[in-house]
């Protein structure tokens, strides 16, 4: 396999992947179902006195942006998918910090970094296609 290859194959397994995750936890959050997992119990006191409305609704907020993330990234708006994940879960790290959850924190901050490589390479593909 020739080193275009190898970045495609890098670039497709990232961007899938984020955009399959990103789409399903976006839809668990919009429908309230809580399968992957109780998302309220990862709120922080601090977000919790911020949010200027209830949790349902701040959750189905999420969810849509989540999906809306999560379509651009399978589309052809992977980078800017990409950068956009990279905020936001630098966002939800900070979050889980203030809750405590120092652990999960530390895994959001490497998805985030993730992000950033997938961002990286949507360059150097959409580069390849152009050449």
């Known amino acids: 396999m020739d080193q275009s290859a190898r970045v495609r194959l890098s670039w497709n397994l990232l961007r899938y992947s984020y955009g399959v995750v990103i789409l399903l936890v976006g839809l668990d959050k919009i429908f309230g179902m809580n399968l992957i997992v109780q998302w309220s119990t990862y709120i ?16 189905v907020v999420i969810g849509i942006v989540e999906v809306i993330v999560a379509v651009m990234m399978l589309m052809k708006w992977t980078r800017l998918a990409g950068q956009i994940s990279i905020l936001w879960l630098v966002l939800i790290a900070a979050n889980l910090l203030m809750a405590g959850y120092i652990d999960i924190a530390v895994r959001d901050i490497l998805l985030a970094v993730g992000a950033f490589v997938l961002a990286e390479l949507t360059i150097v593909v ?6």
Do not use: D, E, T
């Open 44 to 59: 922080s006191p601090f977000a919790l006195a911020v949010i200027p409305v209830s949790l349902p609704i701040f959750f």
């Open 126 to 131: 959409q580069g390849q296609k152009n050449a």
